[in-house]
């Protein structure tokens, strides 16, 4: 005679969580707007040393200065933020930005100032730079050897440069020209080490 008691149904186990897919490996952004700074400065800075004498030239800056310096550096600061990366989203961001604006203020604001009064305009936007580079500076005290000594001479290049407009002094803003080319060589130095760390799997440069 078959039983009056029913079975109690099996127990049924529901997962806390459902599973998650592993996330995506996001490319490190760091080579790219490094080296995106390092060409653009490095362009411009031949200008401002005086290794390059011809002022007509310098319009070459301007596409760099848009495309590579700004909107690559802008995109590689946006990366950053994915990477959860504070630092580096600041100041790719932040600099990218910078180029973009300069390019706009050359082509656009600068033939519209008064001709006795665009190097007082233009200090002071090289000042503000300064201002958040010497911050900046001050948080790359954490990090090492090489992004420090990146951020000194780059607040050093903006404070030279804006002496040489506010005092339309040429030998200020050569010597701003000679530490922008040298801020680039470090940039590229790092952009390197980075970048053939990620490719060779190893070490090549040091960046102390």
């Not at 390019?103 to 519209?112: E, H, I, L, Q, R």
């Not at 001709?115 to 007082?120: C, E, G, K, L």
């Not at 002496?163 to 801020?183: I, M, S, W």
Request: net charge neutral; hydrophobic share 55%; proline share 6%.
């Amino acid at each position: 005679m078959p039983s009056s008691t029913l079975a109690a149904p099996a127990p049924v186990t529901v997962p806390a969580t459902e599973p998650q897919a592993p996330a995506g490996k996001v490319a490190n952004p760091g080579p790219l707007g490094l080296a995106a700074f390092a060409l653009t400065t490095f362009v411009l800075s031949l200008f401002n040393s005086g290794l390059i004498s011809n002022a007509a030239l310098s319009a070459v800056v301007l596409p760099l200065a848009l495309f590579y310096g700004g909107l690559a550096q802008f995109v590689a600061g946006i990366l950053e933020f994915r990477r959860g990366n504070t630092f580096g989203t600041t100041a790719f961001v932040s600099y990218g930005a910078f180029w973009m604006a300069f390019a706009g203020y050359v082509k656009f604001v600068v033939p519209t100032l008064p001709a006795d009064q665009a190097h007082v305009a233009t200090g002071w936007f090289l000042v503000a730079w300064f201002i958040f580079t010497a911050y900046m500076s001050i948080a790359a005290l954490r990090l090492d050897l090489a992004h420090r000594a990146l951020f000194i001479v780059l607040a050093l290049t903006f404070l030279f440069l804006a002496l040489g407009d506010l005092a339309e002094a040429t030998a200020l803003t050569h010597t701003g020209g000679f530490l922008g080319l040298l801020c680039a060589g470090i940039a590229w130095y790092i952009s390197f080490a980075v970048v053939t760390e990620e490719t060779w799997g190893r070490k090549v440069l040091p960046l102390g």
